[in-house]
């Protein structure tokens, strides 16, 4: 889906004087599909509020929730530029509007962050005015927001915190995402350590050639997981959930990682890698006892270790971003 092609209905300035709207965390990369892969969780997800104001443009009034500088700014600002990209193309930027950002959720987590933020952001502007875009015509906007702070355009954390569920990216440009079906049942843990791990350098560090054996491997894995995922065969799920790729490169970022994912294993969990571009570390269950265990063992390795870290055990979200 392209910016041309969204339905764009009327716009009725009169039916909210003010709106707030979550948008969800993400798992991106999901072990075997690094770049194209991404789900949704419950929680934790960002607030974001509009209402009316009497001056005329978008402004941001308050931000709270994180110990880093955001911009006040609009246009350095990830929800402010996804708000201000739905207004331009309403014609509406003169319209006085005021907005507030409460991030639920720490930067740098590998849970996408920015990217609920620039969801949060577009979606309480289409909702303040009336609903004038159907919901997946939104995704343009917060990839133009979420590009402020990622400084590019990747849908994997954008499209399931907007859509929810799984997803999957053909193309970012285009928006051609795909949702993937989600087996009854399924449970995700995340664990984020307090250590700091930069998209950008988690980007920077990883080989640009891929062995071509790997690639087929890791190719196969991709296709089986999808059919898993269609057919809830969740012993196809737990043999597909592998990066064979980019985990052996990123590991060393995250101390412990693989005694984390080893205990993970352990407790029977389908699967478990690096959420996104980490610190956070995921894995994927095929019910809630077996998430919440694995949730425990993971933590008590970082404990064990003096390393601080949250943990959220979460079903698949399948509404994505919606208004409170
Ligand atoms: N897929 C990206 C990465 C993170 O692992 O670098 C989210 O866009």
Redesign the pocket.
Known sequence: MTEGTQTRKNIDPNKHTGVKVFAPASV??VACG??IL?FALERPGDEILVRYADTPGLKITKITGTKKKLPLDVMGNTAGVAAWKVLEALGETGLGIEMEIHKKMPFGS?L?SS?ASAVGGAMAINELLGRPFEKRDLLPFALAGEAVA?GGI?A??VAPSLLGGFTLVRDSLTCDIARVPVPRGMFATVVYPYVEVL?KE??AMLKTEVDLKLSIQQSANMGAFIIGMMNSDFDLIRRSLKDLI?EPQRAPLIPHFYEVQKVALAEGVLGCS?S??GPSIFALSNNSLTAENAGKAMQAIFKQHNIECELFISAINNDGAKLV
């Open positions: 991106a990369n690094f770049d991404g590998g996408g990217a990622s990747h994997d954390n998209t988690a980007r980019i690096i996104g571009s």
